[in-house]
């Protein structure tokens, strides 16, 4: 079965630095690549995602790429604000919608 | 979005009762939901996957007696944790599939004691 690794497992950066987040998966059926952030004591927010037929993609300060070839997708988070900090997870899935399997995550904390 | 609620947010049962948790998807109708458990500091696992009218898909190590799934209506999918012990203490987190996203509801964080 798939298996997603992620890393690092915390990150802490200034506040207008940048983040990235790094994933590996296993399965290269997979073909659905999410980014959810979790706040403490709440269900996961989708914030972005990609499809393997697309390199990267961009939505204001987040962008997601995605190399099929290596198996491995990053998060890039610019201009880092205090209200980014969460706990983030990766997840890849065949399909959009089907059962997905998650990274370990991690813990970004930006520093005002 | 979609909204996907869980009731209760938070509950504390003693040792060898049951628990009931429901997950309902309030504005739309999911014939697919999913459950989850996340241990503290640690991912989200798949534990099985609800369908409508149907029997419930259970992955691998998942006790499908002791975490009973129901998917009786289009909006509402339950998971009862039967004779619940300590190590059944997580974190519970169900999302609905609308337009083959998933939507995920707030989780209900269960305590065995």
């Known amino acids: 079965g798939e298996n997603v690794e992620q890393h690092p497992s915390t990150l802490s950066v200034q506040e207008g630095d940048s983040a990235v987040i790094k994933c590996t998966y296993s399965?290269?059926?997979?073909?659905?690549f999410p980014w959810y952030k979790q706040e403490l004591g709440k269900g996961p927010q989708l914030i972005i995602d990609?499809?393997?037929?697309?390199g990267e993609k961009k939505d204001q300060r987040i962008a997601v790429t995605l190399n099929k070839t290596a198996k491995h997708f990053s998060l890039h988070i610019t201009e880092t604000q205090p209200e980014d900090s969460a706990v983030y997870f990766c997840?890849?899935?065949?399909?959009?919608?089907?059962?997905?399997?998650f990274g370990a995550g991690t813990r970004l904390t930006v520093k005002p | 979005g979609a909204v996907v609620s869980q009731h209760p947010s938070w509950v504390i049962c003693k040792s060898g009762t049951s628990v009931k948790i429901e997950c309902r998807s309030l504005?739309?109708?999911?014939?697919?939901m999913f459950w989850y458990r996340q241990f503290p500091k640690q991912s989200l696992m798949l534990m099985a996957t609800?369908?409508?009218?149907?029997?419930?898909?259970?992955e691998q190590g998942v006790e499908k007696d002791k975490f009973l799934i129901n998917h009786a209506s289009l909006t509402l999918s339950t998971l009862t944790v039967t004779s619940a012990h300590p190590e059944d203490s997580s974190f519970y987190i169900c999302?609905?599939?609308?337009?083959?996203?998933?939507?995920f509801g707030p989780g209900t964080r269960l305590t065995v004691l």
């Open positions: 999302s609905a599939n609308q337009y083959n996203e998933q939507f």
């Open positions: 399965d290269s059926a997979s073909n659905y």
């Open positions: 990609i499809r393997s037929n697309v």
């Open positions: 997840a890849a899935s065949i399909n959009r919608g089907d059962d997905m399997r």
């Open positions: 504005d739309f109708q999911a014939t697919t």
């Open positions: 609800s369908n409508e009218g149907s029997k419930a898909t259970y």
